[in-house]
C-alpha cells in the first residue's frame, strides 16, 4: 500500500525543517566561533586559527546558501548554491596556502593558545554531530546541497581536529612549523571540496537546475 500524499508532503516538510533547523545551529555556532577565533589568533599569531576561523566564515556562507536553497519553492537555486559554496571554499584554499608558505618561510613562531586549544576541541565535537544530522537528513530530502554542506561541516569537525593537534604539538613540545602544517590540511580540503562543488552535476553528466 503506497502512502498518501499528505503524509509523504508531512514527512518531506518535517525533514524540511530539521535540515533549516541544523543550519541554523551551525551558523550560531560559527558566529561565535568566529570571533572567539579571532581573538585566539591575533594573541597567538597563528596561522591554523586564522584559517579555521575564516572556514567558520564560509561555513556561515555555506550554511546561509542551504537555507536559501531549502526554501526555494521553484527548485531553481541548487546550481547557484553549490557554484557559491565551492568558489568560496577555492577562494579559502588559495588564502590559507599563502599564509602557511609565508610562515614557513619566514619562521614566525607561534605562542601556545589554549583558548584556541578549547574552542576546537568543542567545535570537533558538535560539527561531526552536526554533520551525522545533515548527512541523514539530505540523504532522506534528496537533496545535494543539503548533502554536500553536510560535508562541509564535517570537512569543518576534520579541520578542527587537525588545528587541535597542530596547536596541541606546537603548545606541549614547541613544535612551531604543525600550526602552519595544520594550515594545509585545511588548503587541500577547501580545494576538494572546492572543486566538487564547482563541478556538481556536470562531473557525472547530471542536469542540474
Given at each position: 500500500m503506497q502512502p498518501s500524499t499528505s503524509v509523504v508532503t508531512a514527512d518531506r516538510d518535517r525533514l524540511l525543517q530539521r535540515g533549516l533547523w541544523l543550519e541554523y545551529v551551525t551558523l550560531g555556532w560559527n558566529v561565535v566561533g568566529v570571533v572567539v577565533l579571532a581573538v585566539a589568533a591575533l594573541a597567538a599569531h597563528s596561522v591554523a586559527l586564522a584559517g579555521f576561523g575564516l572556514d567558520s566564515l564560509i561555513e556561515i556562507l555555506a550554511s546561509t546558501v542551504v537555507v536559501w536553497q531549502l526554501t526555494d519553492t521553484g527548485g531553481q537555486r541548487e546550481r547557484t548554491a553549490m557554484r557559491i559554496i565551492g568558489a568560496a571554499f577555492v577562494g579559502l584554499a588559495i588564502y590559507i596556502a599563502a599564509q602557511a608558505l609565508y610562515l614557513l618561510a619566514?619562521?614566525?613562531?607561534?605562542?601556545?593558545?589554549?583558548?584556541?586549544?578549547?574552542?576546537?576541541?568543542?567545535?570537533?565535537?558538535?560539527?561531526?554531530?552536526?554533520?551525522?544530522?545533515?548527512?541523514?537528513?539530505?540523504?532522506?530530502?534528496?537533496?545535494?546541497?543539503?548533502?554536500?554542506?553536510?560535508?562541509?561541516?564535517?570537512?569543518?569537525?576534520?579541520?578542527?581536529?587537525?588545528?587541535?593537534?597542530?596547536?596541541?604539538?606546537?603548545?606541549?613540545?614547541?613544535?612551531?612549523?604543525?600550526?602552519?602544517?595544520a594550515g594545509f590540511v585545511i588548503v587541500f580540503y577547501g580545494f576538494k571540496e572546492g572543486w566538487e562543488a564547482l563541478h556538481h552535476g556536470t562531473i557525472s553528466g547530471q542536469r542540474v537546475a
Open positions: 619566514t619562521g614566525g613562531r607561534p605562542a601556545s593558545s589554549p583558548l584556541g586549544i578549547g574552542w576546537t576541541a568543542i567545535t570537533c565535537a558538535a560539527m561531526l554531530a552536526l554533520a551525522f544530522g545533515k548527512a541523514r537528513a539530505g540523504a532522506a530530502l534528496g537533496n545535494p546541497v543539503l548533502i554536500t554542506e553536510g560535508r562541509v561541516t564535517l570537512v569543518d569537525a576534520y579541520l578542527a581536529g587537525a588545528v587541535l593537534l597542530g596547536l596541541v604539538l606546537n603548545a606541549a613540545l614547541g613544535w612551531w612549523w604543525a600550526d602552519p602544517l
